[in-house]
């Protein structure tokens, strides 16, 4: 069974920093792409970013370049997401996915709010 538990979320100010996690259990971790998105109130889910199965290749959205970065240990079983520089439309909950036999899975997701 596949299970993607994100941790890290916090109430931070603006310009402040954070690192989310997701543990990865129940496939190859090492076989998939794994992706970060959010959702805000009232909001389309948004793509953060994506990291490839061996982390050579990333891909983020505009609105977070050069402030977030994506990165994975696949002896941990486990993806990161590092944010810097964080705006108060940053503010989302924050999902870690995959995919598994053609099907999407998702965490439960960890909340990020960014204010003074």
């Known amino acids: 069974q596949v299970q993607l538990v994100e941790s890290g979320g916090a109430l931070v100010q603006p310009g402040g920093s954070l690192r989310l996690s997701c543990a990865a259990s129940?496939?190859?971790?090492?076989?998939?792409?794994m992706t970060w998105y959010r959702q805000a109130p009232g909001k389309e889910r948004e793509l953060v970013a994506g990291?490839?199965?061996?982390?050579?290749?990333?891909d983020y959205a505009d609105s977070v370049k050069d402030r977030f970065t994506i990165s994975r240990d696949n002896a941990k079983n486990t993806v990161y997401l590092q944010m810097n520089s964080l705006k108060p439309e940053d503010t989302a909950v924050y999902y870690c996915?995959?995919?598994?036999?053609?099907?999407?899975?998702w965490g439960q997701g960890t909340q990020v709010t960014v204010s003074s």
């Open positions: 996915g995959t995919q598994y036999y053609g099907n999407d899975y």
């Open positions: 129940g496939f190859t971790f090492s076989s998939k792409r």
């Open positions: 990291i490839s199965r061996l982390g050579s290749n990333t």
